[in-house]
């Protein structure tokens, strides 16, 4: 039973334009969720986090948002760059639990 | 460069063969997992381990045996391989478990099993 859902396998957006990407996830335990970028033959690095305690997080062109009540966060590029092309996996963790759950990804194809 | 080493990159195995994958880190990191990545999902936790001599089960353990003699080589075995463990294995480790940068991965061994 998949616990963190991305609905969208792929994902086309124009370079400067925005880029959003969603994730869902099922278990209200969950109180940190991270991104993660994956280039071909590299492992997934880790892009940003946020905290239950805060719906948005910021790091230069990368937005976080978390909606709790709607166990829903989205990630934002802004301006998206050819660069940013890649899959991007969302993933979340229980405090105290040892594991991360993954969704399945999204691949990000931003056209120049 | 620091981080996690994997070694093979690549590997095919045929089916009852035994294997062993190797991951190195170099960062001092308590906490190391194994995970496997599969088309259509996401990854998935094998087996980890929260320090030197401790180990234990993920979501997907069936099939798989691990070790942590060392605290920075995390190893994942396979005793006889089947075809269902054609895979990519992720090893990641982490200084905690609740990491505020997350978990820093090798860059995978791709494992396929005839």
């Known amino acids: 039973d998949q616990q963190v859902k991305q609905n969208s396998p792929s994902l086309s957006v124009q370079e400067g334009r925005i880029s959003i990407l969603n994730c869902d996830y099922t278990?209200?335990?969950?109180?940190?969720f991270l991104w993660y970028k994956k280039y071909p033959a590299e492992g997934p690095t880790f892009l940003i986090s946020i905290s239950s305690i805060k719906d948005k997080n910021e790091d230069g062109r990368f937005t976080v948002f978390l909606n709790k009540s709607a166990k829903h966060l989205s990630l934002h590029i802004v301006p998206s760059q050819p660069g940013d092309s890649a899959v991007y996996f969302c993933?979340?963790?229980?405090?105290?639990?040892?594991?991360?759950?993954f969704g399945t990804g999204t691949r990000l194809t931003v056209i120049p | 460069n620091a981080g996690v080493t994997q070694t093979p990159k690549f590997r095919v195995l045929k089916t009852g063969q035994s294997m062993t994958l190797l991951c190195a880190q170099d960062m001092n990191h308590e906490y190391m997992y194994w995970y496997r990545q599969d088309p259509g999902m996401g990854l998935r936790l094998i087996h980890y381990?929260?320090?030197?001599?401790?180990?234990a089960k993920g979501e997907v353990p069936d099939g798989y045996n691990v070790s942590r003699l060392k605290k920075q080589n995390f190893l994942l075995g396979l005793e006889s391989a089947a075809p269902s463990q054609t895979s990519v294995y992720f090893c990641?480790?982490?200084?905690?478990?609740?990491?505020?940068?997350?978990?820093?991965f090798g860059s995978g061994t791709r494992l396929t099993v005839v």
């Open positions: 278990n209200s335990m969950f109180d940190y």
């Open positions: 993933a979340a963790s229980q405090t105290g639990a040892n594991n991360l759950f």
């Open positions: 381990s929260v320090g030197e001599g401790t180990t």
């Open positions: 990641a480790s982490t200084l905690t478990g609740t990491d505020d940068y997350g978990y820093t």
